[in-house]
């Protein structure tokens, strides 16, 4: 959570949604297991995720847009965006 400045001069909380994802907030989005995620993951069915050290993460933009387009399997997801 992060906080900015009001109009009274002081900092409140405020709910800023999260550009990357992880594998458990994923698979809700998706209406999957987790466990299922990673075989969706491991099968080229989905877009690649960012390495964050030990973290694997997915940017929430590309999720979003990738959806959009239908959830096409990776390699067309990565043609499609070149």
């Known amino acids: 959570m992060s906080r900015f400045l009001n109009d009274e001069g002081t900092t409140a909380p405020v709910e800023t949604p999260s550009l990357l994802l992880s ?18 993951r491991s ?3 989905l877009p690649q995720p960012v390495r964050l050290g ?3 993460r ?12 239908g959830c096409p399997n990776a390699k067309t997801w ?3 965006q070149s």
Request: no cysteine; hydrophobic share 45%.
């Open 23 to 40: 594998a458990q907030t994923l698979a809700k989005r998706l209406g999957v297991s987790v466990r299922t995620l990673w075989r969706l």
């Open 43 to 45: 099968s080229g069915k």
């Open 54 to 56: 030990g973290a694997v």
């Open 58 to 69: 997915w940017r929430a933009g590309e999720i979003h847009s990738w959806i959009q387009a």
């Open 78 to 80: 990565e043609a499609y």
